[in-house]
């Protein structure tokens, strides 16, 4: 079965700087899709960045990056220059071609001013 | 562009009453699901569709069914509620399972 664990329950970061959310991650398919979603309190879930597990390259979406290591099962995410406004609960998630969605049990993100 | 509209927003409900949670996309996507989310366990699926007609179970199925009708329409039914059911109700909607899902509001339901 496949499993997504998130290690760190609590991260803070200064306004400003830059984080890394931590995610692991085990399938035993080679076709998979890697996700990080951000809820913040409004409880919406917002996507924050995908990538293939078929591309090398890490996927980037403006201040957020992805730091994919296939081998090792890691799906790291980096927030720089850091703003209030991502004060969140962050989780990562693996889709398979199986028709199912798994979630870690995620990461709540405080900035401080 | 409404998304994903679920509702109720909140629900309360006593031991054993039975309720429906509903769910509609406008996207004409294939694929949707349930989730519940509980404290320190994130979100976990409860069952999901890849297309009218057809539904499966995810990984904490008992206690719920669902069936889909229309291919936007997904509602979620809750035969006798259990104060173990006590959750917040997430549906979402997407192409497949394995591209960007998109979710409802959600639904806080306390089972007393």
């Known amino acids: 079965a496949q499993t997504v664990t998130q290690s760190q329950p609590e991260m803070s970061v200064q306004e400003a700087e830059t984080v890394t959310l931590s995610c692991t991650y085990d399938t035993s398919e080679s076709d998979y899709y890697l996700f990080w979603y951000k809820q913040p309190p409004s409880r919406q879930m917002i996507l924050v960045i995908r990538q293939e597990a078929y591309k090398q390259q890490n996927a980037t979406e403006n201040r957020f990056s992805v730091n994919f290591q296939k081998a090792a099962k890691s799906f790291s995410l980096k927030i720089s220059d850091s703003q209030l406004g991502d004060a969140a609960m962050y989780f990562c998630?693996?889709?398979?071609?199986?028709?199912?969605?798994?979630f870690g049990t995620g990461t709540s993100l405080t900035v401080i001013p | 562009n409404a998304g994903v509209t679920q509702t109720p927003k909140f629900q309360v409900l006593k031991t054993g009453q039975s309720m429906t949670l509903q769910c509609a996309q406008d996207?004409?996507?294939?694929?949707m699901s349930w989730y519940r989310q509980d404290p320190g366990m994130g979100l976990r699926l409860i069952h999901y569709?890849?297309?009218?007609?057809?539904?499966d179970q995810g990984e904490v199925p008992n206690g719920y069914n669902v069936s889909r009708s229309t291919t936007e329409d997904f509602p979620l039914r809750l035969l006798s509620a259990a104060p173990s059911q006590t959750s917040v109700y997430f549906c979402?909607?997407?192409?497949?399972?394995?591209?960007?899902?998109?979710f409802g509001q959600g639904t806080r339901l306390t089972v007393v």
């Open positions: 996207m004409n996507h294939e694929y």
């Open positions: 979402a909607s997407s192409t497949s399972s394995n591209t960007e899902a998109f």
């Open positions: 569709s890849v297309g009218a007609g057809i539904t």
């Open positions: 998630a693996l889709g398979d071609t199986g028709n199912q969605f798994y």
